[in-house]
């Protein structure tokens, strides 16, 4: 009797266990594991998306890819494996224009996946070769635009030439701003960490009696827009070069955000929601970046006061630099209304 009784209870474990694991299948299939989202793809299939990938492939909630023209959700299949890639696209100028500004902003884009320190590659280290250019970047989902800024690219001689032989598809972003102010920002860096330096007005001449402009000079050389421009387009045609104007980023961020977007291939997603204008900076700040809950605005060197400038010496630059900046119009077919 203990015999049969032993075998009935045996009987009930084993019909307990096999429900508890049929239990456990359903409950996986339908609700998948728990790091999951059920994604929409074309076609009607759905397919499950880790959701630490699926908010940074930029997955809405509706299932639909955060980017076009090649972001996320092109095609029936994807490969949602991260890895590092050479740059599809690059800030390459200018110093002071609102380089730093426009990377932070487009990191917002979940289909950016951008360096956040200046890598210096094509006009430093380019004897370290490519491969260690790619380790620099970070890791990016297929679809993903991976980019990096470094503004010194864009007054460089080599340059041009270097990045071609990289790629002849990358697509470059140049922040102008008008060449005065952004010398005298320029200067007011540099006397922000060497204040014993000479005045402006000192440097910027050769002469200044006769008023002989000293072009070679860093601040100054820095605003030849159209003698830089052009070693790009020696490499580039200008449908692969954006400018950026560094005066609309702040009136208009959103705009000039848009604008860039559409330049990478980019749904719009950064928009005028992201932004709010700090009055005491007077720059455009965001309002809660991702990964806070607290508004952000750029360093406190971003929107400090400039070093005061004689009038009669911006007079004198504003004069110099008309002939160049109509030429920088000329080739890019575009009127930044510098005056």
Not at 34 to 42: F, G, K, N
Not at 44 to 72: C, D, H, I, M, Q
Not at 327 to 334: A, E, H
């Amino acid at each position: 009797k203990a015999t049969v009784i032993q075998s009935d209870l045996d009987l009930r474990l084993a019909v307990a266990s096999s429900l508890a694991v049929i239990c456990f299948s359903l409950v996986y299939i339908f609700t998948g594991c728990c790091d999951t989202e059920l994604v929409a793809r074309p076609g009607g299939l759905y397919v499950k998306v880790p959701e630490r990938e699926f908010a940074s492939a930029g997955w809405n909630a509706t299932g639909e890819g955060g980017g076009g023209g090649g972001g996320a959700g092109a095609g029936m299949e994807r490969d949602y494996t991260a890895v590092r890639r050479l740059p599809q696209a690059l800030i390459i100028g200018v110093k002071k224009g609102g380089t730093r500004a426009l990377l932070e902003f487009l990191r917002l884009h979940p289909d950016i996946r951008a360096l956040g320190s200046e890598a210096h590659f094509f006009d430093r280290h380019y004897a370290r070769g490519l491969d260690w250019y790619r380790t620099m970047m970070p890791k990016a989902l297929e679809g993903q635009v991976v980019m990096e800024k470094t503004p010194r690219y864009f007054v460089t001689m080599d340059t041009p030439e270097r990045v071609h032989a990289m790629s002849g598809q990358v697509k470059l972003i140049v922040v102008v701003r008008d060449p005065v102010t952004r010398a005298i920002s320029d200067y007011t860096q540099i006397i922000s960490k060497t204040p014993d330096i000479p005045a402006f007005e000192s440097l910027a001449f050769k002469n200044q009696s006769t008023g002989e402009i000293d072009a070679q000079w860093s601040p100054l050389w820095i605003g030849l827009y159209a003698l830089h421009l052009q070693r790009w387009l020696d490499w580039f045609p200008l449908s692969q070069i954006h400018l950026v104007s560094g005066e609309r980023l702040i009136s208009d961020p959103a705009g000039e955000l848009g604008r860039v977007q559409d330049f990478l291939g980019l749904q719009r997603i950064v928009t005028d929601k992201h932004f709010y204008f700090n009055k005491t900076k007077g720059f455009p700040c965001l309002k809660k970046p991702e990964g806070s809950s607290k508004p952000h605005c750029l360093g406190k060197t971003k929107g400090r006061p400039h070093a005061p400038i004689d009038p009669e010496v911006l007079q004198k630059l504003r004069d110099f630099y008309r002939p160049h900046n109509e030429r920088f119009y000329q080739l890019t077919g575009k009127d930044f209304g510098w005056q």
